[in-house]
């Protein structure tokens, strides 16, 4: 049924008209912006429109450059034009009134407004989530805040990103912490239950929690996040999850999903600006792990007149809100880049993003035929946005995967290649072209990546 929505909500569609940026003026001399002109006013989000007119004016919010099809969300988004345009204007507010602007900007201490919002947005109470700088700023905070001793263990997957990896080798060196790798299948994928399998036989005695992405970057297959914090529940165990390719493209309700914490960016599929991102922290219910805040300047305020106990800290995220100055204008910016996507509709984005991705999946197989190798399959609980496949027969040849990457975005095209280990004793890695489709492609360009692809595979044979 799923994947029938996926299907009837895609279709093909006009292409966008982008926006220009006016030229402006930098110190030493002018500097030019080559972009289409920008309208007068930009065009509402009418939910009642027909699915082509309606994904019409989403496209037309944004100011992506009309000479490349740009397919590498995964690694950073595009602000819309209205977000954009809200980000110029609280810079100037500050630049004017650079300690008096938190009227102008509804900012006040600790943010409550913003987060109260986000909250509503993502499943969970204002006390439970903030504005981190990015998903590693907000893992960084999460596993040097528990207290972890020698000989703990801690599960992970061997899809992990650097941010999540970089400090959990920091407390095995530095505490002797276990990290133990659990092994996802990746080209036999068929059912959620082999996920959860493969994290169920590794719990033992010492294991203390486990660390996965809800999405790992490498592959772009969506893990059953709710279910494996179930079973870390189930087990009084930890659940850390790195959603940092889940704002924006999926809906979230991190109550449902039942985390202790959750840690993403907004970037990325969110589309806000750089260096900005959410943490969700769990600060309801029974066995609230404890956390030592480790990156904040609000802890004398907030956690030492309690003493750092959770029971009687009525609000945990807020020692997180505040870390020296902020950058405000992109605090600002983000939840603009949030309110947008709920007028535009989270589910939508999700049927939408997914339907595409599904889309592409089934195409690569029509073209490519058995020579491709997906390493996502096209299973709807199992779809994001993400696809990463290798048309290639040596799928460890890295020269050659990077030299596609080159060469396709020469053609117009801007995707990237990741690489991942099919099995945690591979001695070398895989190489895969990961592919992100966003609210802003529709099946033409899908059509257009994938012959393009195709053409330069049969070259490069």
């Known amino acids: 049924m799923m994947q029938a929505s996926y299907e009837r909500q895609t279709g093909n569609m006009d292409r966008r008209n982008f926006l220009k940026l006016t030229g402006v003026t930098a110190a030493g001399g002018a500097l030019s912006m080559s972009c289409q002109s920008k309208p007068e006013k930009l065009p509402s989000i009418d939910s009642s429109l027909p699915d082509k007119e309606f994904w019409k004016t989403v496209q037309d919010q944004f100011v992506l450059d009309p000479d490349q099809v740009y397919m590498n969300i995964g690694t950073t988004g595009a602000m819309p034009q209205r977000v954009l345009d809200n980000f110029n204007r609280y810079n100037h507010v500050i630049a004017r009134h650079p300690t008096g602007f938190m009227d102008e900007l509804g900012w006040e201490f600790g943010i409550p407004g913003q ?37 703990d263990e801690i599960l992970l997957t061997h899809h992990e990103h650097v941010s999540a990896l970089s400090p959990l080798d920091v407390l095995k060196d530095r505490l002797g912490v276990v990290l133990t790798e659990v092994e996802i299948p990746v080209v036999d994928l068929e059912n959620p239950d082999q996920v959860v399998e493969a994290f169920k ?33 189930e087990n009084g165990l930890i659940s850390i999850v790195d959603g940092a390719h889940c704002p924006g493209m999926i809906e979230l309700d991190f109550h449902d999903m039942g985390c202790d914490f959750y840690a993403a960016s907004g ?44 029971s009687r ?25 949030c309110d947008l996507w709920e007028e535009i509709g ?40 993400l696809t990463s496949f290798n048309p290639f027969q040596d799928t460890g040849d890295r020269k050659k995967i990077e030299g596609f990457v080159e060469r396709l975005a020469k053609e117009g095209y801007v995707i990237r290649f990741t690489e991942l280990r099919l099995h945690v004793e591979d001695p070398k890695p895989t190489f895969a072209l990961r592919i992100s489709t966003h609210l802003f492609h529709d099946r033409a360009r899908v059509d257009g990546l994938v012959e393009a692809m195709h053409v330069l595979y049969r070259d490069m044979l």
């Open 267 to 310: 970037h990325k599929w969110q589309c806000g600006p750089g260096a900005t991102g959410i943490l969700y922290v769990r600060n309801h219910g029974d066995d609230l792990p404890e956390l030592w805040p480790q990156n904040s300047c609000l802890y004398s305020m907030i956690a030492q007149p309690v003493a750092n106990d959770r």
């Open 201 to 233: 036989k590794k719990i033992a005695d010492r294991t203390r929690a486990m660390v996965f992405s809800h999405i790992p970057y490498k592959t772009g297959v969506r893990l059953p996040a709710k279910t494996l914090c179930g079973l870390a529940r």
């Open 346 to 385: 989270r589910d939508r984005i999700e049927i939408y993003d997914c339907s595409l991705s599904s889309y592409l999946k089934k195409r690569i197989h029509t073209v490519f035929g058995d020579s491709a190798v997906l390493f996502s399959p096209d299973i709807p609980e199992f779809t994001s946005g």
């Open 115 to 151: 987060r109260e919002k986000l909250g509503k947005q993502f499943g969970c109470n204002l006390d439970e989530i903030s504005i981190s700088r990015n998903t590693t700023d907000a893992l960084n905070t999460v596993l040097f805040g528990l207290p972890f001793e020698k000989g």
């Open 313 to 337: 800290i009525e609000d945990i995220s807020g020692l997180f809100v505040l870390r020296g100055q902020e950058n405000y204008p992109a605090l600002q910016a983000l939840i603009d880049a």
